[in-house]
């Protein structure tokens, strides 16, 4: 499948006669979106905007071909062996993820005629773990990423990030009077704290 320039002139033409015939600009462009992550999941194509080194991403496995002439922000890419795509209910975000089933790599793109983007980044130790603590998922150790070692520092430096804003909150409250908001801040910075101090100590050092 290949993926469709929304801002190419034919395409923006059917746009504009779209909008004209529904007059809800909302749901042609959620439409255009979707369309856009359905394509860029079924395809060969990955964004050429990479938030990081290309070396990076080779590093892992991806073999990045170069920018397509007729639309330069996608280019060919071949996966790293087991990995694949995958799709969200975010239309804007897309992931690859690797043999284990995790998110390695995010992909954004944004098929909106109007504001069409893209761009893609390699997910860190730090980026898993929380995002794994926050959708209440285990963590998947291996050997070469994910080992235990790194997952613990990852959880030890959101324990400290959580810790740190504790101590913002309760310094804003003490300058200006505890209020609703610093207690509703304070309290969950101290439960992400509790959190990760807790993942930190499952995963230290056996």
Known sequence: MSIENTQDPDSMELTGLLLLATGDTD???GAQERAGQAQLVHSDRLPTDLHGDRADFEAVG??????DPSDPMFAPATLPAGWKREGSDHAMWSYIVDQLGRRRVGVFYKAAFYDRSAHMAL???Y?????????NKPIVLDEEWATREAVHEACLARAKYAEEHVEQWKGIADRRGEDEMSRKYIAEYTADRDKYEALANQYAAE
């Open 62 to 67: 991806f073999a990045l071909g170069e920018p």
């Open 27 to 29: 749901a042609v462009i």
């Open 123 to 125: 997910t860190t130790v």
């Open 127 to 135: 980026g898993y773990v929380g995002d794994c603590a926050y959708d």
